[in-house]
């Protein structure tokens, strides 16, 4: 097939990752050309309209205060933050107890624990504290063991359970039950994956890279994520190609070539803005292929359904509730109060991540709603059971993107994924919220890593040089 044409830089993914490529290679004064196998735009940021009014985020939807580049392009877009509701009390629902989630760990303490423990796993160190446990338990009565018998069963799942899991490391923190619970539950639900599929070591990488000592969930953007989408593109200069999947990218000496059903394009660069588990769906042809499809293959694609209740009046704020909720019970299942300050009715968004996630996706849509409303109505109360409008996406294997929120790196998989992707040389280069250096996993994390690799190609391609403001400068090169 004859190629469509030659340009400094081809990105493939027309996500945030992708458009923030695209955008930042252009504005370096490089010819591009960005490919999107949908129709349209954003990839796991979407928009939809609600029946009752207001917008439905399908994927993305909050930032917090240090999300600059976000925050930046909704400052140009004129978009309008409306602060997520936080006010009340957060709850718990473990067994038949709703607790306080004040009474319980926090979330950020637990991260804290869960990255020492993943360093110390290994340590001398542990292993004599296990051991000291152990002896204390002898002396112990047993109608109490508390910690020393929680520290015998770790020494016991030392020995037979893969120590390289989430999982293991979690049962290593000797939490109380219902935290444990908890604090799995958890895990699923922002990982979309059991953890004892999820590599800790990979997970303790994710806590380093979240750049903020803010909560993630201070903003939403009115009017939705999709306004940052529709900015981004506003600045590329050449049009998008949408409907263009690619199929196949090979390198020959000094060129790439990028093979789609809708054409061939051949570029100095390329650069795949594409999650891993959707990139393994492209044929690499180059020198290193074994080396990134091992590489591309430690990621294993999360599973997400994001449902929103529309209701009439904020029922949950009544009983000084903030609508925050964890189910210990059901792991993977966490909701908000997802309301924006607008004029539309009140809403929970509630997210269901990891295998219970699959199971549920099974099931018909009224099937799944009913398990749904019946979980919230235990901590809320019956006034759950009568929305004025459900929405749901269900992202699980993706055709596009492999699922949500995101792809982690699996046990078995290398725990340097994720950085080894990201430093990936050469003519191919990858971008996305998967590989990002900071702020991992999120729409942030996704821009900073599109303009990162762009910077780079910029430089060793001499061109202008991408400065953060958006204009190029020259290079002294
Ligand atoms: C339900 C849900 C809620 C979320 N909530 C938040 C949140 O509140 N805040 C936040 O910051 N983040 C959130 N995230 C995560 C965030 O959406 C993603 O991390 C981010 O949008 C990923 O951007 P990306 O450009 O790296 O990848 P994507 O958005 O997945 O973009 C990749 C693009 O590549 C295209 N593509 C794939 N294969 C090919 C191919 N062969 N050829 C051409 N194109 C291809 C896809 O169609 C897609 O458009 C959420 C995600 C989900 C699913």
Redesign the pocket.
Known sequence: MKPESHVHVIV???????LAAAAAVEQAGLSCQL????TRL????RTVPLRSGGLFD??????NGDMHAVLGLASQAGLHLSPVPRTGIGLCLAGQNTRRFEDLISVGELHELLEEQVVRWDSPGEVLRALRLKLAWWNTPWESPGEAGRGLRLLVERRTAPKESLAAALRALLLEAEEHAMAYSHFSEILGAAPEDVHAQAVRDIFARYASERDDLEFQVAGGMIGIVDQLASELRHRPRLG???ERIRTTGDRVEVIAAAGVWTADHAIV???PP?AR??TFEMDNSDELAALLASFAAGA?I?TVLVFDRAFWRLKGFSGTALFADTPGLAVVDGSGDGPFPPRLTAFLGGPLARQWAVLSQEARHDLLLGRLSRVFGEAVGAPLEIGE?V?IDHP??GG???ATVRVGGDPDAVARLSAWGGRVRFA???VAGRFW????G?IHSGRSVARQIAGTAGAGVFCETGSPRATSR
Not at 12 to 18: E, S
Not at 58 to 63: F, H, L, P, R, T
Not at 441 to 444: S, W
């Open positions: 493939i993914g027309g996500g945030a990752a992708g490919l999107e196998a949908q954003g990839g796991r940021i399908e994927g993305a939807q909050m930032v263009a999947p690619v803005a594409v999650p959707a769906r492209i997400m994001k996406a992202w596009w993107s949500g929120y995101n996305g919220a998967e996993g999120y729409v942030e996704a």
